[in-house]
């Protein structure tokens, strides 16, 4: 109308509805690049009009309409913090019932050690991380669908490596949540079939040390060979080939010791197999 008393007939429709509702997020933990799926849950959403998401006080996402009680929306890129997300219908009324997501750090990676394990498992994983929401660390993943728990202290999360077959697989960090991150770099971990030893030559030694020995077996690795001579590792011996390696003996009080061998530095052979110091 013009003038307040002579309407237009057209009769253009207006459909009132219900205000959607926000009852779930996942996950609740995002990397402050953007770019994750977010899933909200609720009730009242609807497939028509412009359904969308708003990350704190203003910006809004397109949704991806799932069913009435679920979409789905992209986080944008946000500095890490608590950050609010409201849903509605048609782009201009938002919930007033909302929850909250965390951004995160992108998880920076200094160091895996020891990169490498026997496929047994069993393996003390220790990994450099750092994230603003380390307190929310709560597992790893070794390639594969099964969770470890890790132990988190300061900048830094243990994981002991569950049995795999032979092969490099990257490990993946759990959130409290259930979320699975990736870090800033690969975290990769190889895992090696244990070596083992069958003959040591010479099988003897002076107690002072320095005797170089011919180790003979299966299943040593290029890329390590420590000899553990009693409760002492001897410093990194030489790899030959499969099946031969050397290592120098250790100084030892006089009597019999046995030597086991090992590709990372921390798991090693079980045989036992003995050297006489004189």
């Given at each position: ?249 250790v100084s030892m009080p006089a009597g019999t010791t046995y ?20």
């Amino acid at each position: 109308s013009t003038n307040g008393a002579d309407f237009s007939t057209e009769g253009v429709h207006f459909e009132y509805t219900g205000m959607p509702i926000v009852s779930g997020i996942t996950p609740m933990f995002v990397a402050e690049a953007g770019g994750t799926q977010i899933t909200v849950t609720g009730s009242g959403f609807l497939s028509k009009g412009e359904l969308q998401c708003r990350f704190g006080p203003d910006t809004t996402i397109p949704a991806n309409f799932l069913s009435a009680e679920a979409l789905v929306c992209s986080a944008p890129a946000h500095a890490p913090g608590n950050v609010s997300i409201a849903v509605s219908n048609n782009g201009l009324d938002f919930t007033s019932s909302y929850m909250s997501i965390t951004y995160v750090a992108r998880v920076s990676v200094a160091s895996v050690n020891p990169s490498v394990g026997p496929s047994s498992g069993g393996t003390p994983v220790v990994i450099g991380v750092s994230s603003t929401a380390m307190s929310q660390l709560t597992g790893c993943r070794f390639g594969g669908d099964t969770m470890v728990k890790a132990m988190v202290q300061a900048e830094e999360a243990v994981c002991v490596s569950p049995s795999r077959g032979a092969g490099t697989v990257e490990i993946s960090l759990v959130w409290s949540d259930n979320s699975v991150t990736k870090g800033s770099k690969p975290l990769m971990f190889r895992y090696f079939v244990m070596p083992r030893v069958r003959m040591l030559v010479p099988s003897g030694g002076p107690t002072h040390g320095g005797t170089t020995i011919e180790v003979r077996g299966d299943a040593f690795d290029r890329d390590g060979v420590y000899c553990r001579f009693g409760g002492a590792i001897a410093s990194k011996g030489v790899y030959v080939s499969s099946s031969m390696a050397r290592c120098v003996s250790v100084s030892m009080p006089a009597g019999t010791t046995y030597v086991d061998v090992s590709t990372n530095g921390a798991d090693f052979s079980t045989e036992g197999v003995h050297f006489e110091y004189t």
